[in-house]
């Protein structure tokens, strides 16, 4: 069992930054991979980046260059650095951990923090 805490989502104009966090219960450097997700107000759930085992990052094209996936492993936290936000980047961003469990991956998920970008 993993738990994972989101924090640090919010209100900003366009054109500002934020920076969620994803905290979790147990060493990170365990997970096969930890993520964020959006879910926008049309209800789909949009992977957005994520960071490998080897600390390796990727992102979707629509958020490419504006955001940035970090990790702190005596934390055991990841961050996403979010610049230049616009209004389509509205949505509750959830933090993802698969985990290698016996011979099956699983993920666990935060419970989302919204993060609003408005005038």
């Known amino acids: 069992q993993v738990q994972l805490v989101d924090t640090g989502g919010g209100l900003v104009q366009p054109g500002g930054s934020l920076r969620p966090s994803c905290t979790a219960s147990?060493?990170?450097?365990?997970?096969?991979?930890m993520g964020w997700y959006r879910r926008e107000s049309t209800n789909q759930l949009e992977w957005c980046a994520v960071?490998?085992?080897?600390?390796?990052?990727k992102y979707i094209d629509a958020v490419e260059g504006r955001f940035t996936i970090s990790r702190d492993t005596v934390k055991n936290t990841i961050y996403l650095q979010m610049n230049s936000l616009n209004p389509e980047d509205t949505a509750v961003y959830f933090c993802?951990?698969?985990?290698?469990?016996?011979?099956?991956?699983?993920?666990?998920w935060g419970q989302g923090t919204q993060v609003t970008v408005s005038s």
């Open positions: 960071i490998t085992h080897g600390g390796n990052p």
């Open positions: 147990k060493s990170i450097t365990s997970f096969v991979t």
């Open positions: 993802d951990a698969n985990v290698l469990e016996d011979v099956e991956n699983r993920d666990y």
